[in-house]
């Protein structure tokens, strides 16, 4: 498998501003890592009218100064070279566990 070109979307970017630059590094080495694995996320399914185009989603585990945060991406292995897009970044609500 080829290295992918992976990148962030100018909207996942807007995002990553608003939640701090320990986030968008937080983001910005899961982008790297992308590049040599773009299928580390669960698949979400396929982008409409591509069959080879897929939409996936991963989730950062909270560290010192990150929130938890949910990504989004898209991944395309065609044309070559294979190619990632953030498309969001969201953060995750802690709370939704601990609700009765």
Known sequence: MSRAIAVITVSATKRLQMLGPATRQAVE???????????????????????ETFVYRTRLEPREDVPALTVVYVYAPQPHPPAVAIITVTQDDERKGLQP
């Open 29 to 51: 080495e899961l982008r790297q890592e992308l590049e040599d694995n773009p299928k580390l996320g669960i698949r979400r399914g396929p982008v409409q009218g591509n069959g």
